[in-house]
């Protein structure tokens, strides 16, 4: 979801995203903001963020992707090159998603980290995997599939 973009000037919208979870409890549905997407992708489309996935395996655990630090929103700025880039978090509830703990996968990177996707899981291991590198636009890009193994 975007924030605050209503009536700024063109190249100033897409600037702060968020990230929502909601979870039906059998006769209505929570819905909270869970963290800071960040900024958009790149201009000319909004409303594009680095993604958010929800492991089908476990509704208390979510993956997202974003350039902002997720309970802050400060800038996630690279000690490695001082540029900032969207990074890849695992973040859990224990609460229904009232609160969350959040672990960085990735962190301090040269590259962005985007779209994370979890797939369905086969026995006592699943993944996380994402697009690694560079994205300038839908149809400029140099990006390599990227992932780790998660152990259940």
Not at 10 to 20: A, L, N, P, S, V
Request: a negative charge.
């Amino acid at each position: 979801m975007q924030k605050g973009g209503a009536g700024l000037p063109e190249k100033e919208h897409g600037e702060d995203h968020r990230y929502r979870y909601a979870r039906w409890d059998g006769s209505r549905w929570h819905d909270y903001e869970i963290a800071y997407a960040g900024a958009r992708l790149y201009a000319g489309e909004n409303d594009y963020t680095g993604n958010i996935a929800l492991d089908p395996a476990d509704p208390d655990t979510v993956y997202i992707s974003t350039n902002a630090d997720p309970q802050t929103g400060r800038p996630l700025i690279s000690r490695r090159d001082g540029r900032r880039h969207w990074e890849i978090f695992r973040c859990t509830t224990s609460d229904g998603g009232r609160s969350w703990h959040w672990i960085a996968l990735t962190r301090d990177s040269t590259f962005d980290n985007i779209r994370p996707v979890v797939p369905v899981p086969e026995g006592a291991q699943g993944a996380v995997l994402w697009l690694q590198g560079v994205y300038l636009s839908y149809t400029n890009y140099d990006l390599d599939v990227v992932g780790i193994v998660l152990k259940r």
